[in-house]
């Protein structure tokens, strides 16, 4: 009680004296509740000791449970709690014991657990925890691109100036008028400084994998993916994948979409996209780049592929499914079918009707760039799709209604 008013008494010449007056406002208002708070407790201690002297040696237990609770209170962590009360702690388990406990526990349950004590937060943030609930629940929708970007994120955070750098503006001043108050009284030592506009300062980001899950998880993350039919299955769009950045909704266990401008569009939002509409981008060719075809070689009819397409050049480029069909000279007959020793592989959407310029496009085997025209579009790179979790994708989304 008596250091908490030294510190009122300190920090109201400090605030006198005007050489951090912002500062010193948000502080003494912090201050003031914690007096009044103590305030309450030690009239709270003075009733209870009119009822000692009241009631003599009877209510002396009563008196020692009082300390006895405030004491448990107020230990700095767990174990010390434990012990003080000579109850066992789960502690006190075996260390093979306590990780298979941690192991079968919910990222939920698991994120708890670490704010109990700081001998349990050390077990756990450990990433072979989180690794697994990682790629359990986001593994399908993160790739390199993902992972990169996560990095970048993180020293981004944590540089000088960055968003979670408390070095900037008057961070260093406030430390250390902190750090002098916390001498004359220890409560100042659990005050969190604020970041700029006042708000308080979260979790500092590290490069731990508890911290990507749970900037994922509350969608502070914005991660780079591929979306199916974007833009609500705009029939513009249908049977294409397209680039974009996704940030995870957890009220609606679904994300939202952010599409980069093209032409004269500006960023497009999408809400609402569902997880079977998400995948990791298969390479780590960039939207504007084209795609080192490698597979032109083996291609036959019948196989599926996805094939990168866009509008003009200054469009993006989308992968868009389709199968490898027969030449025009050939009758399809499997025994006498030659079409995979020619120069020219015919490419067949035949999400399209039977007429449309989108059913087919031919490109060369042995020289394949990039082809087309402003009124048809621009064909890019090939990839053969080999798994049949791929084609099975493609099916699942194929239209109720042939395309024109």
């Given at each position: 009680m008596l250091n908490l008013l030294a510190a009122f008494v300190f920090a109201c010449l400090l605030f006198l004296s005007k050489p951090c007056a912002r500062d010193m406002r948000l502080f003494l208002a912090s201050l003031c509740q914690q007096l009044v708070l103590s305030l309450l407790g030690f009239l709270a201690g003075l009733r209870l000791l009119g009822g000692v002297s009241a009631a003599g040696s009877e209510a002396m237990p009563l008196m020692s449970s009082f300390k006895?609770?405030?004491?448990?209170?107020?230990?700095?962590?767990?174990?010390?709690?434990?012990?003080?009360?000579?109850?066992?702690?789960v502690l006190d388990l075996p260390e093979l014991a306590i990780d298979c406990i941690l192991e079968r526990l919910p990222p939920a349950e698991l994120r708890s657990m670490a704010a109990v004590c700081r001998s349990m937060r050390e077990r756990c943030c450990g990433d072979h925890l989180w690794e697994r609930h990682m790629s359990a629940k986001w593994g399908r929708v993160l790739g390199r691109a993902a992972r990169d970007e996560w990095r970048a994120h993180v020293a981004s955070a944590t540089e000088p100036g960055g968003a979670g750098s408390a070095s900037g503006g008057g961070g260093g001043k406030r430390r250390r008028w902190l750090a002098a108050l916390s001498c004359v009284c220890p409560v100042v030592s659990w005050m969190r400084p604020k970041a700029d506009g006042g708000k308080a300062s979260g979790?500092?980001?590290?490069?731990?994998?508890m911290s990507w899950y749970l900037s994922m998880e509350t969608g502070k993350f914005?991660?780079?993916?591929?979306?199916?039919?974007r833009e609500h299955g705009h029939v513009g769009f249908m049977m294409s994948c397209y680039d974009a950045e996704l940030s995870y909704d957890f009220h609606t266990d679904s994300f939202?979409?952010?599409?980069p401008p093209h032409g004269r569009r500006t960023v497009v939002l999408e809400d609402g996209v569902q997880w079977d509409r998400v995948?990791?981008?298969?390479?780590?060719t960039l939207a504007h780049d084209l795609h080192a075809s490698d597979c032109l070689h083996e291609l036959r009819p019948g196989?599926?592929?996805e094939i990168q397409w866009r509008r003009n050049k200054d469009f993006p480029y989308g992968w868009w499914y389709g199968v490898v069909g027969h030449l025009e000279s050939c009758d399809g007959n499997e025994h006498f079918c030659r079409c995979h020793l020619s120069d020219t592989v015919v490419l067949e959407f035949n999400q399209y009707t039977l007429g449309s310029r989108w059913r087919q496009a031919l490109v060369n085997r042995k020289d394949h760039r990039e082809e087309g025209n402003e009124g048809d579009g621009?064909?890019?790179?090939i990839r053969k799709l080999r798994s049949k979790d791929d084609i099975s994708k493609w099916r699942q989304l194929w239209p109720t209604d042939i395309l024109e």
């Open positions: 006895r609770k405030r004491a448990a209170a107020t230990v700095e962590n767990a174990e010390e709690a434990a012990a003080a009360a000579g109850e066992p702690s979790p500092v980001l590290d490069d731990s994998i914005w991660f780079p993916a591929q979306v199916y039919n939202r979409a952010r599409y995948r990791a981008p298969p390479v780590d196989d599926h592929i621009f064909y890019g790179g």
